[in-house]
DNA sequence: GTTAGCACTCTCGCATGATGAGTGCTAATC
DNA sequence: GATTAGCACTCATCATGCGAGAGTGCTAAC
């Protein structure tokens, strides 16, 4: 068989499977010989030797200096991920720890998310992201209106993705709470389904009360709105920081700074549009420069295409890809189970 | 004027609060020469020297080693917090710039806690700690259900600290929008300021459906009573990082331990008891070990001696005590008056 | 195409020595 | 009696140098 320029032979692309292998685990640069000595590969060093040369050529591996083993590079960790990891599935036996973890909590998703997050990070080792589901455009499934004291008012709202928001409102006028159910009673029957545009548009058709109300909806769906595609948590910063790469002074400072930077928020989520995309971005692969040295891993999860949250891991560009891909899989479909059950109206097909 | 071996000269008191204060800036060990250059004390780095000694004697300074300058220990930063500091008040300017901020939050509680945590993360440079106003007790205030598909529920409940809780139920027989209103209109008013434990007797009074809510009702506030305890964010990590003290690789992980973990939590809150209460835990007097080498500064506030939660500083012990103290002082006075707009019946005298 | 052999490179860890800040002590001074 | 000048001494820090070890690349043989 001839070997194109740019193509791998088979024993290439198993010694690239290994040292990525290798080099996750171990963290440190490898050696011809430190791959011989553990996996029986048949062949001699010098042959190794010189397949790394090849593939050093087609820059999917580096040295850190002359000396020193071999290192995969991003291109390096991207083939390994595309043409060399198959489908990596979570194993049964974990699959049922997982589920029996989540039939724990059963339906409720804030407590389902925190897991999600918690075996996320526990299956990777690093940090786990999370998104809550949101709706691109929500609208009003119900509020209510609940005097606290005299001039001040609780408004709870329920919007489509079944969020609950809550907001003080202070009224000059006292109002008692027959005439707040009253209102709202009526309210409710009007706006329900709409958005905050078009209850904006109702509340300047009625006057003084009603349309304070209506005003402090609309504002409160609109800050949700915009607070929502900036709602990203982590988990699992601590176990992440054991790691070598970020035990290093310094480092764990700038990782805290990316999560809490936007980077992640603007850059990378947007590109993960459908539910069901996973989508994987290896070191320089991000267009960012905070996430140069980080490997992320993303999908979106949702009961439609409408209710639909992130989820997935980050980590060193050397991280386990296999274990993570397949966990932030099964996760999301976990977790998209379970808002079907919540909140679509019919299942899906 | 004699000196008691255990008494400090007024210059041996100016020095020791110099060395703190010089030390706290720059992170280096004080030497007599240092000190002399760069404060006119009017005298020799000998007698500083002389006088340095005897404050080692008494256990407020200490060698890192043999020719090193001079560090407080321990008993040196709390006898400066107690007999140097005074009584720090926040600058003008500062105060208006805050008072500001805090106007522009107005009455959402969830948004003042946030502002509170980040101003001072700000004013300290280190870690902000809060935990959200509850109730010792909390009791019911009103609930609402809300019908979302035929066999779920939504129940959202709000306390008398004026949280609001939200959970979903989960039923066999659909009951429609009406029903529920009915029955959440009637059981309010059974309810309304009952405990938990008074509820989940209420529960046994009633047969199907409202027995389910109520014993719903009754395990929702029973779970946050006990999460309440466990309730603590914080905020500027990141900026903390940024310190000498924490820059070197593995404090970072150890830190975000202590504040995961329940040492602050179950050692250290539960003394400060009372609202307004302020209190400062130095390294060793700190019984946890995992605290040896940070200082925390916590204060209770709260609307009545009911409805209280706590905020505070955590940061090495080489932290701007000054600084920390009067802004802690200062947010948790404001948080008080917050609330007490909120939550209060009247105003307190 | 594969392998053995070998010179070469470069990091890492360790000992060495110079530097300099800072001390503690003693004796002189105010 | 308190303060100060002078001086020998201590010890962390930093740069330098050196040996060991891991790993490579090349060439020539298989």
Same mark, same amino acid.
């Given at each position: 068989?001839?070997?194109?320029?740019?193509?791998?032979?088979?024993?290439?692309?198993?010694?690239?499977?290994?040292?990525?292998?290798?080099?996750?685990?171990?963290?440190?640069?490898?050696?011809?010989?430190?791959?011989?000595?553990?996996?029986?590969?048949?062949?001699?060093?010098?042959?190794?030797?010189?397949?790394?040369?090849?593939?050093?050529?087609?820059?999917?591996?580096?040295?850190?200096?002359?000396?020193?083993?071999?290192?995969?590079?991003?291109?390096?960790?991207?083939?390994?991920?595309?043409?060399?990891?198959?489908?990596?599935?979570?194993?049964?036996?974990?699959?049922?720890?997982?589920?029996?973890?989540?039939?724990?909590?059963?339906?409720?998703?804030?407590?389902?998310?925190?897991?999600?997050?918690?075996?996320?990070?526990?299956?990777?080792?690093?940090?786990?992201?999370?998104?809550?589901?949101?709706?691109?455009?929500?609208?009003?499934?119900?509020?209510?209106?609940?005097?606290?004291?005299?001039?001040?008012?609780?408004?709870?709202?329920?919007?489509?993705? &079944?969020?609950?928001?809550?907001?003080?409102?202070?009224?000059?006028?006292?109002?008692?709470?027959?005439?707040?159910?009253?209102?709202?009673?009526?309210?409710?029957?009007?706006?329900?389904?709409?958005?905050?545009?078009?209850?904006?548009?109702?509340?300047?058709?009625?006057?003084?009360?009603?349309?304070?109300?209506?005003?402090?909806?609309?504002?409160?769906?609109?800050?949700?709105?915009?607070?929502?595609?900036?709602?990203?948590?982590?988990? &699992?910063?601590?176990?992440?920081?054991?790691?070598?790469?970020?035990?290093?002074?310094?480092?764990?400072?700038?990782?805290?700074?990316?999560?809490?930077?936007?980077?992640?928020?603007?850059?990378?989520?947007?590109?993960?549009?459908?539910?069901?995309?996973?989508?994987?971005?290896?070191?320089?692969?991000?267009?960012?420069?905070?996430?140069?040295?980080?490997?992320?891993?993303?999908?979106?999860?949702?009961?439609?295409?409408?209710?639909?949250?992130?989820? &997935?891991?980050?980590?060193?560009?050397?991280?386990?890809?296999?274990?993570?891909?397949?966990?932030?899989?099964?996760?999301?479909?976990?977790?998209?189970?379970?808002?079907?059950?919540?909140?679509?109206?019919?299942?899906?097909?």
């Amino acid at each position: 068989m001839i070997h194109m320029s740019d193509e791998l032979s088979e024993r290439q692309q198993k010694i690239l499977k290994l040292i990525v292998q290798e080099y996750v685990q171990t963290g440190r640069a490898v050696g011809s010989k430190a791959l011989i000595d553990r996996y029986k590969l048949g062949v001699s060093p010098a042959t190794v030797r010189n397949d790394m040369g090849i593939l050093e050529d087609q820059a999917f591996l580096q040295h850190p200096h002359t000396s020193a083993g071999r290192v995969p590079t991003d291109s390096g960790y991207r083939y390994y991920v595309e043409n060399l990891l198959g489908n990596p599935r979570v194993p049964m036996s974990e699959q049922i720890r997982i589920r029996h973890q989540f039939s724990q909590v059963e339906m409720q998703v804030a407590a389902s998310m925190k897991l999600a997050a918690a075996v996320l990070a526990e299956a990777s080792g690093n940090i786990a992201l999370i998104s809550p589901p949101r709706s691109i455009q929500e609208t009003v499934r119900h509020f209510e209106l609940i005097s606290l004291r005299d001039h001040l008012i609780l408004l709870i709202l329920v919007t489509q993705s &079944g969020t609950v928001h809550e907001s003080f409102l202070h009224i000059d006028d006292p109002v008692d709470q027959e005439t707040l159910s009253a209102t709202s009673r009526q309210l409710n029957d009007e706006i329900r389904d709409m958005r905050h545009t078009e209850i904006q548009l109702q509340a300047s058709r009625h006057e003084s009360f009603s349309a304070l109300v209506l005003e402090q909806i609309a504002a409160l769906m609109q800050r949700t709105e915009q607070e929502s595609t900036a709602e990203l948590h982590s988990e &699992g910063l601590e176990r992440a920081l054991r790691q070598p790469e970020f035990s290093h002074g310094g480092v764990a400072q700038q990782l805290l700074e990316v999560l809490r930077g936007g980077a992640l928020l603007s850059v990378l989520l947007p590109q993960v549009r459908q539910k069901d995309d996973l989508r994987i971005f290896i070191g320089s692969e991000n267009v960012s420069d905070e996430l140069q040295s980080y490997g992320v891993i993303i999908a979106r999860y949702g009961a439609t295409n409408e209710v639909t949250g992130l989820l &997935g891991i980050l980590g060193p560009t050397r991280m386990p890809y296999d274990r993570s891909i397949s966990t932030v899989r099964y996760v999301s479909h976990l977790l998209s189970d379970l808002l079907r059950q919540v909140h679509a109206d019919e299942p899906e097909q």
